[in-house]
């Protein structure tokens, strides 16, 4: 099929257009071209050098015309010569050149020229397309050479883009190519265009050509002697005179004249020439290709001399002329020799590649020279390739130098091939079928301020191709689009690659660079729905609303502070009612109303005086039957404070509506709008009232955001619960908009929260989804086929990227991608697949990344890296994406850096098993073995915004802000999977440190922000284990140095995890080191939860830690209904607010699963029970089976006031089950310093545990705990042959109490039980069944000299082998062993501790051992660095019953008296002042200090019910007011200093007004934070008019309410924070009350540098 013309021109005047042109033709007329003597630069070059119709026909440039004739005389003896005198002549066909057209022929007869027929008809020129384009219809072959043949720009007409070359693009002749046509294809499919390149020799011609045509004085730049200018090509020289066609070089034998040149077999042969048109690979030279003498000489004289001077030169090429042959294979040039000249790198590496394919350069030295010069080159482009570096200047106009323009048109059956050199600049929009860029070409999207649009299948660059929109030092400044187009399974998939993608393959350079504006941010001023603080406010009414329709609304606030209706239709007392309603309204308030059906009947003539004098009506007093009527007015406002508005009634029914209102701006400065409505439509009344946002939202955000435009989209993330109160709008125009302030178009459905909110910061992100280079999947309006439909109503069969291994170079920035991404294996919007290194370690000067991305509305994952490593991901967006984002593949993938990224709205998808959701985990069984049905819970449901399979991987800055189970999980393969099997050691990702974890942000997800833990199923489905392969499964992260078990533990770091509104879990993490520091939790069903590396004797006692941190139970945060959020109810301070996994669901702060944990320096706040559910600080793991360490412990921590339930060991019901398991009964921890209890170096334990009480112990009821004092530890016991028995252990002082506990026999031939115990004590020890033969007793936790007396029951028969040993756990092997012999009596063995002695009383039943802990422990290991002692106990029973041992045997020795001494030690007094986060706030920038600021003021009547006291309360310095007034207190905006104190008093006082008026004027410094509060301070000052708080923040005059309060968070300074806040109530309404955390020294406060910290 051929290939269609694309672009409409005109034909040239007077030429007949012909119908084929040879490949000779076509040759010779590109060697022209690049000699200077084809272009045709516009309308007026006419002629040139032209023969008669009957002979070769050409449109010149005019510098042509002295050479023109013998230059061509030699084409046309070559040609004959070649031709042959069987051929025909050829008819002449147009050419393109660049700017114009010429004519190629060949002498022959008038019938060559009739033969072609008359001109065909040309459509008109494209809109805005250059006049001198391609004409639009050709005849086939006419419009093959079209395609073939554009040349390329001569580099003296763009001096400057020469430096700006890559590396991998600056082999001179590599640039300029031929446009093939494949053979002809059936009908519907694609035919296949390849473009095309001379050879390396053939392009040397051209080169020289260019230097022997050029025009006197047409060279742009001009170079001194023995130099070379850097902004220009090696070739962009002029030397006036040189080379003319009849001179002879001075000491060579000769003329060289341009025809003999061209006729030198010596430098284009007939072989040469049909190789340029024929060969399928021009890429390959051919090593024997050499030039002759005369040329190098000729390089040598004139090209070298100037290059590199001529004593350099003269070494480079020893000869002075050629009257002695000299073979070509002898000339070799040394090019470590080139290395000594003062070329620029880049130079001189165009130059040493001319040389190579020339064939002269020495090969024994090329490797060592070129490895010298790109680490030359290398410490140039470091300089010159900072990204923070601006380009200073114009950008060069494209990063590939000497394109030829391309508007190849749309033909979606096209297959286009661009390779063998060619370098293509796109210019207009097109379709293709498929593109392939290859060997060498490489194609580049003008940037011409014109949208440009590629339309194909897919789009392949490998082998040399390359594909660039703008570059890194220029990026693209128009909009460019690569839409992917298709429907899956319309034609064969491309092998490794499949359908529908943009593919990189080995040596394939993908170099996307468009406008980098910010990313994302963060708000900065918190958005609530409806755009106003208290909501948008919407009520209409029909029926059931007659009468006067009434709506107060706050003037300051837009909140609608009352309503009424009165049916003043038909009862006369509504009237007295309506006027005592409007009696207690504060004046100033807005008031709205509306007639419903009718009002007029019995409205007294009182009533509508009233209305008429407070409301300045015009119509009251003439209000008739269901007559509408609106109005909105002040009360007690002017007579213009009103507007009204009012409809005859008509007996029709319909009198359309009557519509009343007006704006009003808050103190805040957000303008709103009243309206109130009236009216009958088709006999129905109708009546309503709107109070909404006006004039637009403006966003307030924390960053400079000028490079977002109008038009652009943005998404704002949720704040709460739900991720799917995620929303989107459009950008509007907005001139009043500050440098971080935006205008949408839309409103806000659900708050988002823009401040710290009780010391977290709850910022919601904003991201920008639009980008000025889109790539996108066009899509089905539905799904279809096979797209895994069942699941989804969409088309989810999208575009994808994929890059492979050992491409050249690829790196994308300021890119959108829309609609990318197949719920296939392997098809993902960005997808490096196995490409290993990719960073310096792989060899890449310029390390891969995508920076700038906005991935959205994707259909699987945002970013997959699959056995790729060292790759950046920076400042990019996944949003609306189906199955885990940015995605870590096989387990293998390390050093990969995340820096502020942002994902948000993670859906589930089902390429894998934790892709997957309930319905599709049950749903989707293909992949398991036989009939087993997935546990949803535990198989899947774990998709993830990041899903981390390696633990050597950094996280920085990034927000995981809304998937559907997890944020950030880091999972471990215990073996790499896929295609990576094989390539570590089992359990290495395990051990391997973990990489930069910091400041990164998770909310909004369902079961976790942060989850460290669990693995995924390496095995595939059998008999053995049906589940699926890549199922969830167990893994434990246990760090150590080099990933080597054997050498010492290497802790994790969490720094600064901010976790908030996560449903279950705000982190959790298990194993060990781990340390959580600088954290943030907050309303998050569980804040963190720590579990060990695994219960003793799995782990060696590893320990996690947190520090530093705060904890909040219910914020201040309410969140908002909708979106899928679940639970809405009263929280802890009766205010309705959404809730975590459900009503009832007991919240804690930090929970304790086993242990040992540390809980250091860290903050409490606002845990307080309600009667739904419980609410603790620290809690307990529930229904907890395992075990729990007495090294827990918790120390130099601040409850705050607000916490009303500090510890809680759960009770009986609902969420606790029973509370009977044996990790409930144990649970414990050390309370070191008191900062908990009150009590230092104390246990606190639960109520019912005898094995740690004693009668010293406090029992506090509301905790179901005790606090203890006493040493604990924990006694490991091993049951086997009988694995299934209960164990019941009780303390002799408390015998009739014993613990009965289950034991847990998980993967292990033995059943387990871990008590803890108090030491120094004696136990006995029973079990429900016949008593196991082998039992192991282990003291763990024991330090040196530790004891216990055990005595075990057994049947009378029994008979015992018992040794003592110790256990190196790491090499299995046993030491120390030593048989335990008989004593006498049981006394004898509790006294003679230094013996290995046991008794067996056969009445009684019971075994006595002592248990001691001979060897010292270090830290929280278990057991000793000797290894574990033990005691192994073999029972010889030939009884196959149970017996029980009824009687306590240590009643004659009671040891109450050593129980007796343990007493609680003296409760603390003095508060720790040194407890609790340093930290006042963490928040998302450490670097800014905060100070909280609290301020409660007062009205009248709360001052005279000794309710609440007036203060303002920095940090913890509080300032308390007695007096009435108004108090201002002034801070330090840059350091946090008090600065200023005032009262002034409003009630007394004849001219507080003044006062304060002068006091901010003139005693408040700039830069200052005001704090203002009010103690019943209005009294004098009611409805008086105080403008001087407009220098504050207040967008309007502050109107004080009679008996109300007032508190203000002000600033004083020429910026406007976005922090200011005004709080003023009537005397009716709640009193004032501010609390904020205001930063410092930002730098809109322009603080010096030199200001103190606070």
């Given at each position: 099929m051929g290939t269609q013309e694309l672009q409409g021109r005109p034909e040239v005047p007077g030429a007949s257009p012909l119908r084929s042109a040879t490949p000779q033709q076509l040759h010779q007329a590109r060697l022209l071209e690049q000699a200077g003597l084809g272009h045709s630069r516009g309308p007026g070059w006419v002629g040139g050098c032209r023969q008669g119709a009957r002979g070769l026909q050409w449109l010149l440039s005019p510098c042509a015309a002295p050479r023109c004739r013998a230059l061509v005389a030699a084409l046309e003896q070559e040609t004959a010569r070649e031709a042959g005198p069987s051929r025909r002549p050829q008819a002449a066909s147009p050419v393109r050149w660049e700017g114009g057209w010429g004519w190629l022929g060949f002498p022959g007869s008038r019938a060559a020229g009739?033969?072609?027929?008359?001109?065909?008809?040309?459509?008109?020129?494209?809109?805005?397309?250059?006049?001198?384009?391609?004409?639009?219809?050709?005849?086939?072959?006419?419009?093959?050479?079209?395609?073939?043949?554009?040349?390329?720009?001569?580099?003296?007409?763009?001096?400057?883009?020469?430096?700006?070359?890559?590396?991998?693009?600056?082999?001179?002749?590599?640039?300029?190519?031929?446009?093939?046509?494949?053979?002809?294809?059936?009908?519907?499919?694609?035919?296949?265009?390849?473009?095309?390149?001379?050879?390396?020799?053939?392009?040397?011609?051209?080169?020289?050509?260019?230097?022997?045509?050029?025009?006197?004085?047409?060279?742009?730049?001009?170079?001194?002697?023995?130099?070379?200018?850097?902004?220009?090509?090696?070739?962009?020289?002029?030397?006036?005179?040189?080379?003319?066609?009849?001179?002879?070089?001075?000491?060579?034998?000769?003329?060289?004249?341009?025809?003999?040149?061209?006729?030198?077999?010596?430098?284009?042969?007939?072989?040469?020439?049909?190789?340029?048109?024929?060969?399928?690979?021009?890429?390959?030279?051919?090593?024997?290709?050499?030039?002759?003498?005369?040329?190098?000489?000729?390089?040598?004289?004139?090209?070298?001399?100037?290059?590199?001077?001529?004593?350099?030169?003269?070494?480079?090429?020893?000869?002075?002329?050629?009257?002695?042959?000299?073979?070509?294979?002898?000339?070799?040039?040394?090019?470590?020799?080139?290395?000594?000249?003062?070329?620029?790198?880049?130079?001189?590496?165009?130059?040493?590649?001319?040389?190579?394919?020339?064939?002269?350069?020495?090969?024994?030295?090329?490797?060592?020279?070129?490895?010298?010069?790109?680490?030359?080159?290398?410490?140039?482009?470091?300089?010159?390739?900072?990204?923070?570096?601006?380009?200073?200047?114009?950008?060069?106009?494209?990063?590939?130098?000497?394109?030829?323009?391309?508007?190849?048109?749309?033909?979606?059956?096209?297959?286009?091939?661009?390779?063998?050199?060619?370098?293509?600049?796109?210019?207009?929009?097109?379709?293709?079928?498929?593109?392939?860029?290859?060997?060498?070409?490489?194609?580049?999207?003008?940037?011409?301020?014109?949208?440009?649009?590629?339309?194909?299948?897919?789009?392949?660059?490998?082998?040399?191709?390359?594909?660039?929109?703008?570059?890194?030092?220029?990026?693209?400044?128009?909009?460019?689009?690569?839409?992917?187009?298709?429907?899956?399974?319309?034609?064969?998939?491309?092998?490794?690659?499949?359908?529908?993608?943009?593919?990189?393959?080995?040596?394939?350079?993908?170099?996307?660079?468009?406008?980098?504006?910010?990313?994302?941010?963060?708000?900065?001023?918190?958005?609530?729905?409806?755009?106003?603080?208290?909501?948008?406010?919407?009520?209409?009414?029909?029926?059931?609303?007659?009468?006067?329709?009434?709506?107060i609304v706050d003037a300051d606030t837009a909140q609608v502070v009352a309503a009424g209706r009165f049916d003043t239709h038909l009862l006369a007392e509504e009237s007295r009612r309506l006027r005592e309603f409007l009696a207690t309204q504060a004046p100033g308030q807005v008031v709205a109303a509306a007639v419903g059906d009718s009002a007029a009947k019995s409205l007294t003539l009182e009533t509508r005086l009233l209305l008429k004098e407070l409301l300045h009506s015009a119509y009251i007093l003439h209000l008739g039957y269901r007559q509408p009527w609106a109005l909105v007015g002040i009360l007690g406002g002017g007579p213009f404070s009103t507007t009204e508005d009012r409809k005859q009634y008509q007996g029709s029914g319909t009198t359309g509506l009557a519509i009343a209102g007006r704006d009003f701006q808050t103190y805040e400065g957000i303008n709103f709008r009243v309206t109130a409505f009236s009216g009958w439509v088709k006999g129905v009344p109708h009546?309503?009232?709107?109070?909404?946002?006006?004039?637009?939202?403006?966003?307030?955000?924390?960053?400079?955001?000028?490079?977002?435009?109008?038009?652009?989209?943005?998404?704002?993330?949720?704040?709460?619960?739900?991720?799917?109160?995620?929303?989107?709008?459009?950008?509007?125009?907005?001139?009043?908009?500050?440098?971080?302030?935006?205008?949408?178009?839309?409103?806000?459905?659900?708050?988002?929260?823009?401040?710290?909110?009780?010391?977290?910061?709850?910022?919601?992100?904003?991201?920008?989804?639009?980008?000025?280079?889109?790539?996108?999947?066009?899509?089905?309006?539905?799904?279809?086929?096979?797209?895994?439909?069942?699941?989804?109503?969409?088309?989810?069969?999208?575009?994808?990227?994929?890059?492979?291994?050992?491409?050249?170079?690829?790196?994308?920035?300021?890119?959108?991608?829309?609609?990318?991404?197949?719920?296939?294996?392997?098809?993902?919007?960005?997808?490096?697949?196995?490409?290993?290194?990719?960073?310096?370690?792989?060899?890449?000067?310029?390390?891969?990344?995508?920076?700038?991305?906005?991935?959205?509305?994707?259909?699987?994952?945002?970013?997959?890296?699959?056995?790729?490593?060292?790759?950046?991901?920076?400042?990019?967006?996944?949003?609306?994406?189906?199955?885990?984002?940015?995605?870590?593949?096989?387990?293998?993938?390390?050093?990969?850096?995340?820096?502020?990224?942002?994902?948000?709205?993670?859906?589930?998808?089902?390429?894998?098993?934790?892709?997957?959701?309930?319905?599709?985990?049950?749903?989707?069984?293909?992949?398991?073995?036989?009939?087993?049905?997935?546990?949803?819970?535990?198989?899947?449901?774990?998709?993830?915004?990041?899903?981390?399979?390696?633990?050597?991987?950094?996280?920085?800055?990034?927000?995981?802000?809304?998937?559907?189970?997890?944020?950030?999980?880091?999972?471990?393969?215990?073996?790499?999977?896929?295609?990576?099997?094989?390539?570590?050691?089992?359990?290495?990702?395990?051990?391997?440190?973990?990489?930069?974890?910091?400041?990164?942000?998770?909310?909004?997800?369902?079961?976790?922000?942060?989850?460290?833990?669990?693995?995924?199923?390496?095995?595939?489905?059998?008999?053995?284990?049906?589940?699926?392969?890549?199922?969830?499964?167990?893994?434990?992260?246990?760090?150590?140095?080099?990933?080597?078990?054997?050498?010492?533990?290497?802790?994790?770091?969490?720094?600064?995890?901010?976790?908030?509104?996560?449903?279950?879990?705000?982190?959790?993490?298990?194993?060990?080191?781990?340390?959580?520091?600088?954290?943030?939790?907050?309303?998050?069903?569980?804040?963190?939860?720590?579990?060990?590396?695994?219960?003793?004797?799995?782990?060696?006692?590893?320990?996690?830690?947190?520090?530093?941190?705060?904890?909040?139970?219910e914020s201040s945060n309410p969140g908002s209904q909708g979106g899928q959020n679940s639970y809405w109810g009263r929280g802890a301070n009766g205010e309705y607010r959404t809730l975590p996994r459900n009503k009832t669901f007991p919240i804690r702060g930090f929970q304790i699963y086993d242990g040992p944990v540390r809980l250091v320096k860290c903050t409490f706040k606002k845990f307080t029970p309600t009667v739904d559910r419980y609410s603790s600080a620290i809690g307990f793991f529930m229904k907890n089976s395992w075990q729990m360490s007495p090294q827990n412990n918790v120390s130099q921590i601040r409850m705050e006031r607000n916490v009303g339930l500090k510890v809680f060991f759960g009770r009986s019901g609902q969420w606790f089950g029973d509370n009977d398991n044996d990790g409930d009964k144990v649970s414990i921890f050390h309370d070191l310093d008191g900062s908990v209890t009150g009590y230092p170096d104390t246990f606190v334990g639960r109520t019912d545990n005898y094995l740690l009480r004693h009668p010293g112990c406090l029992t506090v009821p509301r905790w179901n705990g005790m606090i203890c004092s006493g040493k604990y530890a924990q006694l490991y016991i091993q049951a086997r042959r009988p694995e299934n028995l209960t164990l019941s252990i009780a303390r002799a002082t408390y015998h009739s109490h014993p613990l009965r506990l289950q034991g847990v026999n998980r993967g292990v031939p033995y059943q387990q039980y871990q008590p803890v115990v108090m030491l120094e004590q004696a136990y006995t020890i029973q079990w429900d069944g016949r008593a196991p033969e082998d039992v192991i007793l282990y003291p763990i936790n024991f330090n040196r000299g530790d004891w216990l007396h055990i005595a075990l029951c057994y049947p009378k028969e029994a008979v015992f082998t018992i040794v003592a040993d110790i256990y190196q756990r790491q090499t299995g092997r046993v030491h120390s062993v030593k048989r335990y012999l008989a004593a006498p009596s049981w006394p004898s063995v509790l006294n003679r501790t230094g013996e290995r002695l046991f008794y067996f009383d056969s009445e009684l039943g019971y075994l006595f051992v002592h248990l001691q802990a001979h060897e010292a422990r270090k830290g929280h290991s278990y057991c000793s660095e000797q290894g574990c002692e033990r005691i192994k106990i073999e029972a010889h029973m030939s009884s196959k019953d149970s017996w029980r041992c009824a009687l306590n045997p240590f009643l004659e020795n009671d040891n109450r008296r050593q129980a007796t001494q343990q007493s609680v030690p003296q409760r603390l007094t003095v508060p720790c002042s040194h407890c609790g986060a340093p930290q006042v706030a963490i928040t998302s920038k450490p670097s800014i200090k905060y100070v909280r600021i609290q301020i409660q003021s007062v009205s009248r009547a709360e001052v005279q019910n000794h309710l609440k006291s007036a203060f303002i309360k920095i940090n913890e310095d509080i300032f308390l007011f007695n007096s009435r007034g108004i108090f201002f207190l002034v801070l330090d905006a840059c350091s946090g200093a008090v600065v200023s104190r005032r009262h002034f008093d409003t009630v007394n006082a004849v001219n507080a007004a003044s006062a304060i008026t002068d006091y901010v004027q003139t005693s408040v410094e700039e830069r200052s934070v005001v704090l203002v509060c009010s103690k019943d301070g209005a009294e004098l000052m009611g409805n008086s008019d105080m403008s001087v708080f407009t220098r504050l923040g207040s967008a309007k005059p502050i109107v004080f309410y009679k008996k109300g309060s007032f508190a203000m968070l002000g600033y004083k300074g020429q910026a406007r924070p976005s922090w200011i806040k005004i709080l003023n109530q009537a005397a009716n309404q709640k009193a004032a009350f501010l609390q904020h955390y205001v930063p410092l020294m930002l730098r809109e406060y322009k603080c010096s540098a030199n200001t103190a910290e606070f």
């Amino acid at each position: 099929m051929g290939t269609q013309e694309l672009q409409g021109r005109p034909e040239v005047p007077g030429a007949s257009p012909l119908r084929s042109a040879t490949p000779q033709q076509l040759h010779q007329a590109r060697l022209l071209e690049q000699a200077g003597l084809g272009h045709s630069r516009g309308p007026g070059w006419v002629g040139g050098c032209r023969q008669g119709a009957r002979g070769l026909q050409w449109l010149l440039s005019p510098c042509a015309a002295p050479r023109c004739r013998a230059l061509v005389a030699a084409l046309e003896q070559e040609t004959a010569r070649e031709a042959g005198p069987s051929r025909r002549p050829q008819a002449a066909s147009p050419v393109r050149w660049e700017g114009g057209w010429g004519w190629l022929g060949f002498p022959g007869s008038r019938a060559a020229g009739r033969a072609a027929g008359p001109p065909r008809t040309m459509p008109p020129p494209e809109p805005g397309s250059n006049s001198h384009d391609a004409p639009a219809s050709l005849p086939p072959a006419s419009e093959s050479l079209h395609a073939a043949a554009p040349p390329l720009r001569r580099a003296a007409s763009s001096p400057s883009v020469g430096a700006s070359r890559s590396p991998s693009l600056q082999q001179e002749g590599r640039s300029e190519g031929l446009l093939q046509q494949s053979e002809p294809r059936p009908k519907k499919k694609a035919s296949r265009v390849r473009l095309s390149a001379p050879s390396p020799r053939a392009l040397v011609l051209a080169n020289l050509l260019l230097l022997l045509s050029g025009c006197p004085g047409s060279q742009e730049t001009r170079l001194n002697k023995n130099s070379l200018n850097p902004n220009s090509s090696l070739w962009d020289m002029d030397y006036e005179g040189l080379f003319h066609s009849k001179k002879i070089l001075p000491g060579t034998p000769g003329s060289y004249k341009l025809s003999s040149l061209l006729r030198s077999n010596a430098l284009v042969s007939h072989e040469e020439r049909t190789r340029l048109v024929t060969n399928q690979n021009l890429t390959q030279k051919s090593k024997r290709e050499q030039l002759s003498c005369d040329m190098l000489l000729k390089l040598s004289r004139y090209v070298f001399k100037d290059a590199f001077g001529p004593k350099l030169a003269w070494s480079i090429f020893r000869f002075h002329n050629c009257d002695q042959e000299v073979n070509p294979p002898k000339i070799r040039i040394n090019p470590l020799k080139l290395l000594h000249s003062k070329l620029k790198p880049l130079l001189l590496y165009r130059m040493l590649n001319l040389l190579r394919d020339m064939g002269v350069l020495a090969e024994a030295q090329q490797s060592k020279a070129f490895s010298l010069l790109k680490k030359q080159m290398l410490k140039t482009r470091k300089i010159l390739f900072k990204p923070e570096v601006k380009q200073s200047g114009p950008c060069p106009e494209e990063p590939v130098p000497h394109l030829i323009p391309w508007r190849p048109g749309h033909d979606a059956s096209r297959a286009g091939v661009i390779g063998r050199g060619l370098a293509l600049r796109l210019e207009s929009s097109a379709t293709f079928h498929s593109l392939r860029v290859q060997d060498g070409g490489a194609l580049v999207f003008a940037d011409r301020q014109r949208p440009i649009a590629l339309r194909a299948r897919y789009v392949l660059v490998e082998e040399g191709g390359a594909l660039h929109i703008g570059s890194q030092k220029c990026p693209y400044g128009s909009r460019a689009t690569i839409s992917l187009y298709g429907k899956t399974g319309e034609g064969p998939a491309v092998a490794t690659y499949g359908e529908k993608f943009l593919g990189v393959g080995k040596g394939g350079t993908l170099e996307l660079h468009g406008r980098r504006p910010r990313s994302w941010t963060l708000l900065d001023k918190t958005l609530y729905a409806g755009g106003l603080r208290y909501g948008a406010y919407t009520s209409e009414k029909r029926w059931s609303s007659r009468g006067l329709n009434i709506r107060i609304v706050d003037a300051d606030t837009a909140q609608v502070v009352a309503a009424g209706r009165f049916d003043t239709h038909l009862l006369a007392e509504e009237s007295r009612r309506l006027r005592e309603f409007l009696a207690t309204q504060a004046p100033g308030q807005v008031v709205a109303a509306a007639v419903g059906d009718s009002a007029a009947k019995s409205l007294t003539l009182e009533t509508r005086l009233l209305l008429k004098e407070l409301l300045h009506s015009a119509y009251i007093l003439h209000l008739g039957y269901r007559q509408p009527w609106a109005l909105v007015g002040i009360l007690g406002g002017g007579p213009f404070s009103t507007t009204e508005d009012r409809k005859q009634y008509q007996g029709s029914g319909t009198t359309g509506l009557a519509i009343a209102g007006r704006d009003f701006q808050t103190y805040e400065g957000i303008n709103f709008r009243v309206t109130a409505f009236s009216g009958w439509v088709k006999g129905v009344p109708h009546n309503g009232f709107k109070v909404e946002v006006s004039k637009g939202i403006i966003l307030n955000l924390v960053d400079e955001v000028t490079s977002w435009l109008p038009g652009d989209r943005i998404v704002i993330a949720s704040t709460d619960y739900s991720m799917h109160q995620a929303e989107e709008f459009n950008l509007l125009s907005c001139p009043e908009c500050k440098s971080n302030q935006v205008k949408i178009d839309g409103i806000p459905l659900y708050l988002h929260i823009g401040e710290v909110v009780d010391g977290i910061d709850m910022r919601a992100e904003v991201g920008l989804l639009t980008r000025n280079i889109l790539i996108q999947g066009e899509m089905e309006d539905s799904c279809y086929g096979q797209n895994q439909c069942q699941y989804f109503s969409y088309d989810t069969f999208g575009g994808q990227i994929k890059i492979q291994r050992n491409f050249s170079s690829v790196h994308m920035a300021g890119v959108e991608l829309k609609n990318m991404g197949q719920q296939i294996l392997g098809s993902y919007p960005v997808h490096f697949h196995l490409t290993g290194d990719v960073d310096e370690r792989g060899g890449y000067e310029s390390p891969t990344y995508l920076d700038n991305l906005a991935i959205h509305h994707c259909f699987s994952r945002c970013v997959a890296i699959h056995g790729t490593h060292g790759l950046l991901v920076k400042d990019s967006i996944g949003y609306d994406t189906l199955g885990h984002c940015f995605f870590l593949e096989d387990g293998l993938e390390q050093r990969n850096t995340f820096y502020h990224n942002l994902g948000l709205l993670t859906k589930p998808g089902t390429i894998l098993p934790s892709d997957r959701d309930e319905a599709t985990c049950l749903a989707m069984r293909s992949n398991v073995y036989g009939n087993y049905v997935p546990v949803p819970s535990t198989d899947c449901m774990a998709v993830s915004t990041f899903w981390i399979a390696n633990p050597n991987n950094n996280l920085i800055e990034n927000a995981a802000a809304g998937a559907q189970d997890v944020g950030i999980w880091y999972i471990f393969h215990r073996v790499p999977t896929g295609q990576s099997e094989g390539q570590y050691p089992e359990g290495q990702a395990e051990f391997t440190p973990l990489g930069i974890f910091y400041n990164n942000r998770v909310h909004s997800n369902f079961k976790a922000g942060l989850f460290i833990g669990k693995g995924v199923k390496t095995t595939k489905a059998s008999a053995e284990n049906p589940r699926e392969y890549l199922t969830i499964d167990n893994a434990r992260f246990r760090p150590h140095q080099d990933a080597d078990p054997v050498k010492p533990r290497v802790p994790a770091l969490i720094d600064g995890l901010i976790a908030f509104k996560n449903n279950d879990h705000g982190a959790w993490a298990r194993g060990g080191d781990i340390i959580f520091r600088n954290c943030g939790f907050s309303d998050n069903g569980i804040g963190l939860t720590l579990a060990s590396d695994g219960t003793f004797p799995t782990d060696e006692g590893s320990s996690l830690e947190v520090t530093h941190s705060i904890f909040v139970g219910e914020s201040s945060n309410p969140g908002s209904q909708g979106g899928q959020n679940s639970y809405w109810g009263r929280g802890a301070n009766g205010e309705y607010r959404t809730l975590p996994r459900n009503k009832t669901f007991p919240i804690r702060g930090f929970q304790i699963y086993d242990g040992p944990v540390r809980l250091v320096k860290c903050t409490f706040k606002k845990f307080t029970p309600t009667v739904d559910r419980y609410s603790s600080a620290i809690g307990f793991f529930m229904k907890n089976s395992w075990q729990m360490s007495p090294q827990n412990n918790v120390s130099q921590i601040r409850m705050e006031r607000n916490v009303g339930l500090k510890v809680f060991f759960g009770r009986s019901g609902q969420w606790f089950g029973d509370n009977d398991n044996d990790g409930d009964k144990v649970s414990i921890f050390h309370d070191l310093d008191g900062s908990v209890t009150g009590y230092p170096d104390t246990f606190v334990g639960r109520t019912d545990n005898y094995l740690l009480r004693h009668p010293g112990c406090l029992t506090v009821p509301r905790w179901n705990g005790m606090i203890c004092s006493g040493k604990y530890a924990q006694l490991y016991i091993q049951a086997r042959r009988p694995e299934n028995l209960t164990l019941s252990i009780a303390r002799a002082t408390y015998h009739s109490h014993p613990l009965r506990l289950q034991g847990v026999n998980r993967g292990v031939p033995y059943q387990q039980y871990q008590p803890v115990v108090m030491l120094e004590q004696a136990y006995t020890i029973q079990w429900d069944g016949r008593a196991p033969e082998d039992v192991i007793l282990y003291p763990i936790n024991f330090n040196r000299g530790d004891w216990l007396h055990i005595a075990l029951c057994y049947p009378k028969e029994a008979v015992f082998t018992i040794v003592a040993d110790i256990y190196q756990r790491q090499t299995g092997r046993v030491h120390s062993v030593k048989r335990y012999l008989a004593a006498p009596s049981w006394p004898s063995v509790l006294n003679r501790t230094g013996e290995r002695l046991f008794y067996f009383d056969s009445e009684l039943g019971y075994l006595f051992v002592h248990l001691q802990a001979h060897e010292a422990r270090k830290g929280h290991s278990y057991c000793s660095e000797q290894g574990c002692e033990r005691i192994k106990i073999e029972a010889h029973m030939s009884s196959k019953d149970s017996w029980r041992c009824a009687l306590n045997p240590f009643l004659e020795n009671d040891n109450r008296r050593q129980a007796t001494q343990q007493s609680v030690p003296q409760r603390l007094t003095v508060p720790c002042s040194h407890c609790g986060a340093p930290q006042v706030a963490i928040t998302s920038k450490p670097s800014i200090k905060y100070v909280r600021i609290q301020i409660q003021s007062v009205s009248r009547a709360e001052v005279q019910n000794h309710l609440k006291s007036a203060f303002i309360k920095i940090n913890e310095d509080i300032f308390l007011f007695n007096s009435r007034g108004i108090f201002f207190l002034v801070l330090d905006a840059c350091s946090g200093a008090v600065v200023s104190r005032r009262h002034f008093d409003t009630v007394n006082a004849v001219n507080a007004a003044s006062a304060i008026t002068d006091y901010v004027q003139t005693s408040v410094e700039e830069r200052s934070v005001v704090l203002v509060c009010s103690k019943d301070g209005a009294e004098l000052m009611g409805n008086s008019d105080m403008s001087v708080f407009t220098r504050l923040g207040s967008a309007k005059p502050i109107v004080f309410y009679k008996k109300g309060s007032f508190a203000m968070l002000g600033y004083k300074g020429q910026a406007r924070p976005s922090w200011i806040k005004i709080l003023n109530q009537a005397a009716n309404q709640k009193a004032a009350f501010l609390q904020h955390y205001v930063p410092l020294m930002l730098r809109e406060y322009k603080c010096s540098a030199n200001t103190a910290e606070f």
